[in-house]
Structures are given as C-alpha cells and as structure tokens.
Antibody, heavy 121, light 110 residues
Framework: QVQLAESGGGVVQPGRSLRLSCASS????????LHWVRQAPGKGLDWVAA????????YYADSVRGRFTISRDNSRKILSLQMNSLRPDDAAKYFC??????????????WGQGTLLTVSS | QSALTQPASVSGSPGQSITISCTGT?????????VSWYQQHPGKAPKLIIY???NRPSGVSNRFSGSKSGNTASLTISGLRNEDEADYFC??????????FGGGTKVTVL
C-alpha cells in the first residue's frame, strides 16, 4: 500500500535552516504531484508547497515563498523541503501528502504521519 | 493568503444530519470544482472524504456528501455517529496556483 514517511524535524533556532524529507513506497512515485502541509499544535491545516510529478512546476504559499524550496528525486522516491530563515511561526508538524493528479490539486488521498519542527532560541 | 471560512464548531445528536459550510471567493471555491474535504481525528493524519466538490473516494461512507453553491461549499454528514466526532477541513485550489484550507470545524456528537 501507499506509504509516506517524513523525517528531519527537530529543534532549530530562529534564522537557521533545516531540511525535511519524505520517503515513499507502494506506488509509482514519478506519476504524482506531492505536497507539504503543516499544522501548528492545536491549530488547523496550512498548505505549504507542492511540486508536480516531473518536478518542473513548484507552488508555494505566500508565507514561505522565497524561504522554502520544495524538490523531489524521482529516482530515489524522495520528496524534500529545504527551509531557510526559519521563524517561530514555522513551528508545526509537517506532513507530506500525495496528490491524485500529476499537477497540484486539492485531492490528497495519502498522507504521512508527520515530523515535528520546533523553532526556538 | 486568507483561509476559507468555516464555523468553529458544529454539534448534533446520533442519527441527526449536520452541515458544515466553507466560504471562499470567486478566486477559489467559487471559481473551481477542485474543492475537497478532510476528516482528522486527534493525533492522526487527515483523511480525504470528499473531492471535486461532491465525489467520495472508495471506502468512504455514503453518509458523507458534498455540494457547492456560488462561493460556498458544504459538507453534510447524515446519520451522525460517535466516530464522526473529529475536525473537518475544506480545501480548495486558488488562482495563482496555490491551495488554501478552511480554518477547520470541530464536530461534536452529543
């Protein structure tokens, strides 16, 4: 079955960088767009970024554009999120999710369990 | 990017029907059929329950239904059950190639 497993979360100081990864299995990775979604403790879902199946199209929320970079390695079946200039309001659990399309849509049937990012000095 | 507007909470008794609204603009909900709904139980990942406004993924109960009128999408849960107690989020594609969630609605089964 489809499996997504996030890693890379941790505690980081404001202004520093961190890279999240999402390893996948159980499906043809190169055929689906992928997303990062975050959720601060006790808060709602917040879409962060998406990437098309071939990696040529990248989409970002205004709150992270210019600081975060989404990428994918279709040969290794890994989705990544490079996060720079981290701020306290970036603290959240970060989920990766698989789109049911090859380009970004709102239809995401498979999710990982998330990795927690804490931003604190 | 402002979120879509959902009521913070909705409640109902077992067997009743409830409806959750999700209001956006012509740049998102009103302009696209790409509207989805997610159910999230505490400590769990979200689960897709409605996509493309009114379609159910395989395996999702037909007690869940979706609709849209103008800039407002709605999720109806019929025959409310204890296990439906969860948070519900709408999600829509938005112009400028972004996506946006609603703030979430906590459903309580009385």
């Amino acid at each position: 079955q489809v499996q997504l497993a996030e890693s890379g979360g941790g505690v980081v100081q404001p202004g520093r960088s961190l890279r999240l990864s999402c390893a996948s299995s159980g499906f043809t990775f190169s055929q689906y767009a992928l997303h990062w979604v975050r959720q601060a403790p006790g808060k709602g879902l917040d879409w962060v970024a998406a990437i098309s199946s071939d990696g040529n199209f990248k989409y970002y929320a205004d709150s992270v554009r210019g600081r975060f970079t989404i990428s994918r390695d279709n040969s290794r079946k890994i989705l990544s999120l490079q996060m720079n200039s981290l701020r306290p309001d970036d603290a959240a659990k970060y989920f990766c999710a698989r789109d049911e399309s090859d380009y970004a849509s709102s239809r995401w049937a498979s999710w990982g369990q998330g990795t927690l990012l804490t931003v604190s000095s | 990017q402002s979120a879509l507007t959902q009521p913070a909470s909705v409640s109902g008794s077992p067997g009743q029907s409830i409806t959750i609204s999700c209001t956006g603009t012509s740049d998102d909900v009103g302009g696209y059929s790409d509207v989805s709904w997610y159910q999230q139980h505490p400590g769990k990942a979200p689960k897709l329950i409605i996509y493309d406004v009114d379609n159910r993924p395989s395996g999702v109960s037909n007690r869940f239904s979706g609709s849209k009128s103008g800039n407002t999408a709605s999720l109806t849960i019929s025959g409310l059950r204890n296990e439906d107690e969860a948070d519900y989020f709408c999600n829509s594609f938005r112009t400028s190639d972004t996506l946006v969630f609603g703030g979430g609605t906590k459903v309580t089964v009385l």
